[in-house]
C-alpha cells in the first residue's frame, strides 16, 4: 500500500518506491508533518516533533489551557499552515470573513483514500490508471467558520511521486475572500538545504541559479500573468553539495502556467519551510456561499541519487502521466519554419518555394508563421482578427495548404488567440474585450494588448474563427504563441469584488480553450509558445506535448537553455531548430553540424529557407535528417544524462540511452578553442556494467563499467564551436 492511515497512532504515512512522507493529527487536531524523505518502512516518526516553550511563539488556546506551552504552530512543522493565528512563517492560507478578520484555524475532520488519481475542475495535472496511484484526500475545517479545505495527495509509487493540491470551500451562509491560497508546504526539519532556481529573460530562459536557504525569504515568481521567462515554476530542493549522481533531492514542478510563487525560509529554530502557489500579488478571490475554489497541483519528485536521477524521473513521469497528446508516443514529422526567413514579408509562393526546397532535403512539416491573417505586415497590426490576408493568401489557408500538401509535406500553422492588435476589426468591434482599465491608458507589450480570456464570449469567438480555419483547410500542426505579458488587469464583465480574480480567471480561460481545441482537434500536433519559453511549464504540456523553447536559436546559448530546461522537463517536449547564420539573436556563426547537433536534443527543425544554401550543405541538411529519424527514439523516449555543466565547462556534453541500456548517443559541443588542449574524458552513464559495447563503426570493444568508471576521451575538437556525436550500441556475445 502506498498510502496508510494508522488511526490509533493517528498517522497517515505515503510511501513511494524510494521515498516516505508522513503526517500526524496532532492531540488538538492540527496536522502536522512528521517527514518527508529516503524511505523508513513502519516507522512512527512523530518522536521528531518536539517542543519547547519558546519566547513569543504563542500557543492555541487549548494548549496553553494545559500549560502546553511547547506546543506552538510557530515552531511545529505543518501540512498546510494558515494566516492569523500564530504561525509567523509563510502561510498558505489567508481567508477574509465577513467581519474583516483574517484567521482560519484548520482542524482534521476526516480522510479518504482511494486507488486512482485525484482530478482537479478545469486544472491541469498529472493523470495515472487506477493502478498506477493511490489518492490521500484529508479535510480540514476551520474551528470557527465554515470554511473547509481538502488537502489531495497524490501518490504514484513508481516515480517516486508525490503531487499536492488542494481545495477550499465556503459552507458557510455569508462570502469570503481568499487572499492567499498556495497549494503546498513542506516544512524540513532540517536547515542544510539550497534552492535550484531557473532565471531568465526572452531570449535567454532558465539559467540554473543555486542558493543556500537561509534567515529570511527565498523567492523566485512571476507575477506576468504567465510563468515566465524570467523565473520558471520548477525548483530543487537539495541538500548542500547535491550533484547530478549523488544526494537527495525534491523536484517541485507547479502544474500551472500563471502568477506562481516559491518561496523557502529557514524558521528562528533553523527549519525550512516551502511553500508553492499562486503569487498573491493582485490576488483576491471571492467564494460564494457553497462554492470552493482550487488550488492548481504541485508535483514533487524525490531522489536520493541526485539531480539527473531526480530530472529522469520527472521526464518520465510527464511524457507518461501529463502529456495527453497521441503524438508523445508517435514520431513527429521534421519542421520547417519561415518566421525567421521571412518574417511577415512573404506572398503564397515564396512560401511554397521554402517549403519545396525543405521537402527536397527530407522536411515533413511545414510550418506557415505569424503574418499569414488581417492586415498583419508588421507587429501592430492584424491580432485578432482570424481570418486569412487575401493579399498573401489570395486562395485562404486552404489553398496554401493545399499546395504544401501536393508536395507530399504535412501543413502547419502559427496562431496567438490570446491578443489583439488595437488596429484590428476584432479591436475596432470590441474593445471592451481586451484587459485595461477604464480611464487609464494601458501598457503595450510589442504593440499590443492583452485579451480577456476570463470571458466566454471571447473565448467563443476565437473558438469559432480560428476552428472555422482549422475545418476548411486541412492543418496538422498548430503552433500556439503568446507573446507579452499581462498588465492593467482588468475585465469588463467583472464586479469590482472580483477583480482580483482575473489573473486566475485568465488562465482558467486559456486552459478552457485549449481543453475545447485539443480534443476536437486531437489530430493536430500543438505547439506552446510565449516568445519562445516564456510559458515553459507543466500546465502547459498537460494541453501540449511541446513548447518553443526559445527565440534564441543560437546553438552555443541553447546548450544552456536547454540544459536548463531538462531539468525539469523532458527533451521530447522542447522545440528545437536549426536557423540561419550569423544567427538572428547574438549575430554569432556556428556550422551546420553544430546547429543540428544541439537542435536533434529536442523536436528538431529549421527555421530558414533552405533554399539559399549552398549543394553541400543542402547534402549536409539530408544526412542530419536521416540521422534525427534514425537516432529519434532513445532521443524522444530515452533517458537523458546531463555529463558537463555548459554555464561552467569549456564543452557542452549530454547522453541519451534507450531504457533497456543497450544504445546510447552521446553529443559533444566545443563551447571554447584552446591550443594544445587537453584531453576531454567523459564518464558515460547509464549503460550495463556487465555488456560490452562498440562505439560507432569502431573495432574496439568497450566494457559497460570501463566507460563509466574509467571513462573515455574525447577526439580533440578544433575550430570555433565544432561538435559531434557518437553512437554505442551492445555487442552480443
Ligand atoms: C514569437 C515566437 C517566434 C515567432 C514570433 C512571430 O516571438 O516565439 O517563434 O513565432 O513570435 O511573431
Known amino acids: 500500500m502506498a498510502i496508510i492511515f494508522e488511526p490509533n497512532k493517528k498517522i497517515f504515512t505515503l510511501h513511494t518506491k524510494n521515498s516516505t512522507y508522513q503526517i500526524q493529527i496532532s492531540k488538538y487536531g492540527h496536522l502536522i508533518h512528521n517527514y518527508y524523505g529516503s524511505k523508513i518502512e513502519n516507522m512512527d516518526l512523530s518522536y521528531l516533533i518536539q517542543g519547547i516553550n ?219 519551510r516551502f511553500v508553492m502557489g499562486i503569487h498573491p500579488e493582485g490576488f483576491r478571490y471571492y467564494v460564494e456561499p457553497k462554492d470552493c475554489f482550487f488550488a492548481p497541483e504541485v508535483v514533487f519528485v524525490y531522489s536520493d541519487a541526485g539531480m539527473g536521477e531526480m530530472s529522469r524521473k520527472l521526464h518520465d513521469l510527464y511524457r507518461n502521466n501529463l502529456i495527453r497528446s497521441k503524438f508523445m ?37 511545414f510550418v506557415m508563421d505569424d503574418g499569414w491573417f488581417g492586415e498583419r505586415d508588421h507587429d501592430k497590426a492584424g491580432l485578432g482578427d482570424w481570418f486569412p490576408n487575401k493579399k498573401k493568401l489570395p486562395n485562404g489557408v486552404k489553398g496554401l495548404a493545399e499546395q504544401i500538401h501536393a508536395l507530399g509535406m504535412k501543413f502547419g500553422l502559427w496562431i496567438e488567440p490570446e491578443m489583439i492588435n488595437e488596429d484590428s476589426e476584432l479591436y475596432r468591434n470590441h474593445a471592451d474585450w481586451c484587459l485595461s482599465i477604464p480611464n487609464r491608458k494601458p501598457n503595450v507589450e510589442r504593440g499590443q494588448l492583452v485579451l480577456d480570456m476570463s470571458r466566454k464570449d471571447v473565448r467563443d469567438y476565437l473558438y469559432d474563427s480560428i476552428s472555422k480555419i482549422l475545418d476548411e483547410a486541412k492543418v496538422d500542426y498548430v503552433k500556439w504563441d503568446m507573446n507579452r505579458n499581462l498588465s492593467d488587469v482588468w475585465s469588463a464583465k467583472v464586479p469590482s469584488y472580483r477583480q482580483g480574480e482575473v489573473s486566475h480567471r485568465y488562465v482558467l480561460g486559456v486552459y478552457e480553450l485549449m481543453e475545447r481545441f485539443m480534443s476536437n482537434y486531437p489530430d493536430i500536433l500543438w505547439e506552446g509558445c510565449s516568445g519562445g519559453g516564456g510559458r515553459f511549464d507543466a500546465g502547459i504540456l498537460y494541453y501540449m506535448p511541446q513548447i518553443w523553447c526559445s527565440d534564441n536559436t543560437d546553438a552555443i546559448e541553447r546548450t544552456s537553455i536547454q540544459y536548463g530546461t531538462s531539468f525539469g522537463y523532458p527533451i521530447s517536449c522542447m522545440g528545437a531548430h536549426v536557423s540561419a547564420v550569423p544567427n538572428h539573436q547574438t549575430g554569432r556563426s556556428v556550422s551546420l553540424n553544430t546547429r543540428a547537433e544541439v537542435a536533434m536534443a529536442g523536436t528538431f527543425g529549421y527555421e530558414m529557407d533552405l533554399g539559399t544554401l549552398r549543394e553541400e550543405e543542402k547534402e549536409i541538411v539530408r544526412s542530419q535528417i536521416q540521422e534525427f ?105
Open 329 to 365: 508516443h508517435e514520431r513527429r514529422p521534421v519542421l520547417l519554419n519561415n518566421w525567421e526567413a521571412t518574417e511577415f514579408d512573404f506572398t503564397q509562393e515564396h512560401l511554397v518555394e521554402i517549403a519545396k526546397a525543405g521537402r527536397e532535403l527530407g522536411i515533413e512539416l
Open 629 to 733: 529519424k534514425k537516432y529519434y527514439n532513445i532521443i524522444q523516449y530515452g533517458d537523458y544524462y546531463r555529463l558537463t555543466n555548459p554555464l561552467e565547462e569549456e564543452v557542452a556534453i549530454w547522453q541519451f540511452v534507450d531504457k533497456e541500456k543497450k544504445k546510447a548517443l552521446v553529443s559533444v559541443v566545443s563551447l571554447r578553442t584552446r591550443a594544445n588542449a587537453p584531453f576531454i574524458k567523459v564518464y558515460l552513464k547509464g549503460l550495463k556494467e556487465d555488456s560490452l559495447y562498440r562505439i560507432d563503426d569502431g573495432e574496439e570493444v568497450y566494457r559497460g563499467s570501463a566507460l563509466m568508471k574509467a571513462g573515455f576521451h574525447i577526439p580533440v575538437l578544433k575550430g570555433d564551436y565544432s561538435s559531434l556525436h557518437f553512437y554505442i550500441r551492445e555487442i552480443e556475445v
Open 54 to 272: 519558546r519566547g513569543f511563539s504563542g500557543s492555541p488556546y487549548e494548549a496553553m489551557a494545559v500549560e502546553d506551552r511547547g506546543y506552538s504552530l510557530d515552531t511545529y512543522p505543518q501540512e498546510y499552515p494558515t494566516y492569523g493565528i500564530g504561525d509567523y512563517r509563510s502561510s498558505c492560507l489567508s481567508v477574509e470573513h465577513e467581519d474583516g478578520s483574517q484567521a482560519a484555524e484548520l482542524i482534521y475532520d476526516s480522510y479518504k483514500i482511494y486507488q486512482g488519481k485525484y482530478q482537479l475542475k478545469g486544472l491541469p495535472a498529472v493523470w495515472a490508471k487506477e493502478n498506477e496511484a493511490q489518492t490521500l484526500e484529508i479535510t480540514l475545517k476551520d474551528k470557527y467558520s465554515d470554511v473547509k479545505v481538502i488537502l489531495y495527495y497524490g501518490v504514484l509509487e513508481e516515480f517516486d511521486v508525490i503531487t499536492r493540491a488542494c481545495t477550499i470551500y465556503n459552507e458557510g451562509e455569508y462570502p469570503i475572500y481568499l487572499n492567499k491560497v498556495f497549494s503546498c508546504c513542506i516544512d524540513f526539519w532540517k536547515n542544510n538545504m539550497e534552492m535550484i532556481s531557473f532565471y531568465g529573460r526572452h531570449a535567454m530562459e532558465r539559467t540554473l541559479q543555486r542558493r543556500k536557504i537561509e534567515h529570511g525569504k527565498l523567492s523566485v515568481g512571476s507575477t506576468r500573468g504567465t510563468s515566465s521567462h524570467q523565473h520558471n515554476p520548477f525548483v530543487i530542493l537539495c541538500e548542500e553539495g547535491v550533484g547530478e549522481d549523488h544526494g537527495v533531492c525534491y523536484g517541485a514542478s507547479f502544474v500551472y502556467s500563471g502568477n506562481f510563487i516559491a518561496e523557502a525560509e529557514v524558521d528562528q529554530i533553523n527549519h525550512t
